[in-house]
C-alpha cells in the first residue's frame, strides 16, 4: 500500500495516475485550490477454479476416489501404447444418462422455440473414447511447454480450470477439449491454431495431446516478445488472452482463476480414478486486470430481481413475455462442458440466440442475473416454458464431480429458487408432469437434456430450497454526518423495498480494528417507514462509553414462525463526534462491484477517515456520492472535500453532470477537493471518451490525461 501525507486508501492499478504537490492541508487562497491523487495497490481478487477451492487442507485421495466410485461403477480398461503412453478407457453412458427425467404430456400448443441442449450424444462419445492417463498427460504438458517456450505450470493450471484434464466435447459456446479452445463463428482460436501447428482442426479438436499442443503454441503468440520469461508472472495477459471471450473483465475472472490454482494449489480427481495435484506456488500474486469495455444496463432500473444478484444484463437473447403470461416453472440448468465466463459471454452474443435469467458460479454460489423477471430468457427451447419460465444455468462439468456438490453453489441456488418461488408462487417441489407449476430439470422439458442430475442430487438441491432463508437485500447507507460540538449522529440511508422488512439495525464499532460491533439502534426504533435518525451514544442500545466514530447498516425481513433473517451490512462511514474545527465531508463514489474490487460493500471511508482524524482537529461527516448529486448534502457547508472514486467505469460514471456542476460551484465558491481513484483520466480527460469534459478536467481537477496504463502498471 502507498501512503501519503495524512491519508492512505486501497485501491487498484490504475488507467491514470495524477499526483501533484500538496503544500498545507488547508489551501488560503481563493479559487481552484485543489489536489488530485491516484494511489494504488494490488487487490487478490477472483475465483479459483473448479472443486478446487483450497481453503488451507486439500481433499484425502480415499475421500476423491469415494466420489468417483459412487457415481460411476463401470471397468476401466488400461492399454499401454507402444510409445510408452498410457490410455484408460470406461463407459460412461449410464453416468451420463443418470438424470431421471420424469415423463408426461407436452402442454397443449407448444412448439419449439430458442434454447440450447448440451449435445450428450457428442459428449457421450467423446468420453467413451480411450483417454490418456494422468502421468500421459503430464508428459504431454512439458513437451508442448518446452516446444513453444511456455511454463508448463501455465498449462497445467489452465487445463484445471477448463476441463479438469479431461478431453471433452464442444461446450455450448465452442469450446473444446482439455484447453477449452474455442471455433466458433466469432472466434477461431483452432483454425489459428491449426496454421501455426500444423496440425489439422479435427485432431486439435478431438484428440488431447493435439489440444494441448495448440494451446501452447497460441499462448507462445500472445506472449510475443516477452516470451523469453519463465515466470508465470508475466503470462497474465496472454492466458486472458488464450480464453478466448471478447470481454477483458471476463478474461481477467478466467486468467484469475488459473492464477488461483497456481498460487493455493489444488486436487482433484479424473473421471478414470485418477488424482490430479498441482502444487501451490510460493509467493505467486495473483494479477488485477482492467476491464475497459463499460458494463451496459438495458433492462429495467438497474435493480436485481434477486437482492443478492449482481447485474451482467444481455442486450438482446430475450424478449417480452406474452400478455398476461405468469412464472409458474422454475428451470435448473447445468452448463456440463464450459465455464461460468464462457457462458456469460456466450449469452451476450447477440448471435447465439440463448439466455438465462441467472447463472450461479461453482466455488462460492455468486449468482448473475442476466435477464430481467419481467422479460422471456431463452433457454428452454420450448414456447409454453420460454414464456412462463425462469432459467437458472447451474457452473457444472460433467468431468468434475466435485463441482456437483459444491456446499456453496448449492446453498446460494437454494436461496435463489425460494425466493424466485417465493415471489411467484411456485412450488417449492419438483412438479410432477409437464406443465404442472414447480421445478423443472433441464431433462424435463423436450429438446433439451441436462446429464447427471441425479435422484440423489434432485434431492440434496431441493433440500437446499426448502431449508432456504428468505432474502433480503444489504441497505445503502447514505450518510454519517456529526454537528458541531455535539456527540450525536444523524444517520441516513435509502429504504429496503422488501414486503416482509421489519427494519434496520445500526451498529456503530467500538475500536478501529472494526472487530467489535455493538448495536447503536435496531428495527423497534428503524420501522420500515424510516431512513433517517439522530442519536446520542447515550441513546444506543448498547451504550457507549468511548467516543464512536464508525457505522454500518443491516436489513432485517421475517422467516415466518422462525426467527428473523439479518442481511449483510452496507458500506461503512464515519463521523467525528464532539469535534471542532474545519469542517470535512468525505464523499463516497465507489459504486462499481465489478472492477478490480468484487464486493458489493466496503470500508474505504473509514481510512481516509481514520487518517485525517489522527492528523489534527477536524469534524468529519461521510455521505455517498448520489447525496450530494441529488443536491441533499451542500458541499458549501465545508472546508475540505475528500471525494474518492474507487475504480468507477464509464458505464458507472466516475463524474455525473449534477456531480461536475455542484463540484465546479463549490471550487468557484472558494472550496478545496482532494479526489482519489483511477478512471478519472480515462473518462473525463480522453478526448474519445464519453464523459469528456476538458474544462472539468483542466481547470477544475487542474491534470491532464496522458495515456491508457496497462496490467502491469502500478
Partial sequence: MLFFAFFFVFLKVIHQCFCFPMNHFFPKTKGLQHTVLALTASLLIGSTGFGQKNT????????????????????????????GNVFLQRNFSEYLHASPAFTGPEPQDTEADYGHDHNLLQVEAALNRPHPSVATLEKYFKSAAATYKVPVALLRAYAQVQSNWTQVSESMYGSWGIMGLIENPYTHQIAEAAALTGISVAQIKTDAQANIQAAAALLAQFQGANQNTQNPQDWFGAIGQLTGLPEKNLQASLAQRVYRVLAEGSKTISLWGEIIRIENMQGLEIPVYEELEPSIRPQGNGVPDYPAAILNYTTCNFSSRPSGATNRYYFVHYIAVGTYEGTISWFKNCSSQVSAHYVVRNFDGQVTQMVDEANRAWSQGVTEYNDQGIGVEHEVQVANLAMWDSQPMLNEAGKLCSDVCNRNNIPKQRRGINGDRGIYGHSDVRATDCPNLTTDRWNVFLSKVLGALPAVGTPTL????????????????????????????????????????????????????????????NQFVVPASEPVYHYRLTALVSNEAEPPVESGYSDMYSASPLASGKKVLIVDGFDRSGGSYKNNVHAFAISYFKAMRDRGLVQISTAANEKVEDGTIALSGYDLVVWFVGDESSADVVFSANEKARITAYLDGGGHLLVSGSEIGYNVGRTNAAAYDVNFMTNYLKASYVNDGNATYT
Fill in 56 to 83: 488451507g487442507t486439500l481433499p484425502a485421495d480415499e475421500t476423491l476416489q469415494k466420489l468417483v466410485n459412487k457415481h460411476i461403477k463401470t471397468e476401466i480398461i488400461r492399454q499401454l501404447q507402444p510409445d
Fill in 478 to 537: 447514505w450518510s454519517i454526518q456529526s454537528a458541531t460540538g455535539s456527540a450525536a449522529v444523524t444517520v441516513t440511508w435509502r429504504a429496503n423495498t422488501e414486503a416482509n422488512l421489519l427494519g434496520y439495525r445500526l451498529y456503530y464499532a467500538k475500536g478501529d480494528d472494526l472487530n467489535n460491533w455493538s448495536l447503536a439502534a435496531n428495527e423497534t426504533t428503524l420501522t420500515p417507514s424510516t431512513n433517517t435518525i439522530t442519536l446520542q451514544p
